[in-house]
């Protein structure tokens, strides 16, 4: 389920790319920070793109997860990712890490992604799994090429304390003015995604700014999304989405 925030409620769409603000963008850059389901939200705007065409190439500038998959390469090669995007509409590409990870190409490789003429998508941070972070003072690691940001965040933090479920704990505590043993209020999510010591760190002046917030599974969260919505716009942030990428069976 994709929602777009708008007019204090919540619209229902079938697709990211306008709801992400990319409908009409040639080649855009986007890159994705904060926690609660980069990867798969990346994994969903690669499908799209390789489902409508022209296909897009997934990098990272941090870390990414390798998967088994044929549309994977794992070397700075130009005509891999040619072959990738012609045969599946889509190409991962990083330099293999630790913990069966893919870390970043050279950074005189990013040029030739670029001038490939597709959207380019990119793991610019990285939250080891959990749903909430603050970032640290080299983070996120976000390309002067991009055209759009997306600050993902995972609505199961709310209720949880800090310092379980957030990335850098101590950080998050000092912005919101908490302890790190106090649970995560939905305004919380707001106050960090609005923060540009937070959310918009890092985010060029030109790009596109967009708050996701996903794990949407039930009724509660969603009006939980709502609410972080209105407490955004009155903030100065007018694009958010909303998401849950579970299967109907699946969700809570």
Known sequence: MIYIYRDHKLCETDSLLPAAGLAGWKHPVV?????????????HLAREYADRGPGAVVTTTTHILKEDLPWFLTEPS???????????????????AAGGRLGSVPESFFSKIYSLGVPVL???????MLPLKCPGDKEPVIPAETTHVLSVYGLDAVGRPIGEICFRPERAAQLL??????????EDIGRLAASAEAGRKGCPAHAVYTVVLNKADDP?????????????????VTRVIVTSF????ERI
């Not at 890159?31 to 994994?43: D, E, M, P, V, Y």
């Not at 579970?246 to 069976?249: I, L, T």
């Open 31 to 43: 890159s994705a920070a904060g926690a609660g389901g980069k990867t798969t939200l990346l994994r």
């Open 78 to 96: 130009e005509d891999g990712l040619k072959e990738r995007l012609q045969q599946w509409g889509q190409a991962w590409i990083g330099i293999p």
């Open 122 to 128: 990119i793991e610019a941070d990285g939250a080891r």
């Open 177 to 186: 003015n908490k302890e790190i043993t106090e649970p995560v209020a939905a």
């Open 220 to 236: 509660q969260r969603k009006e939980m999304a709502a609410y972080i919505g209105t407490f955004l716009e009155h903030q100065g």
């Open 246 to 249: 579970r299967r109907p069976e």
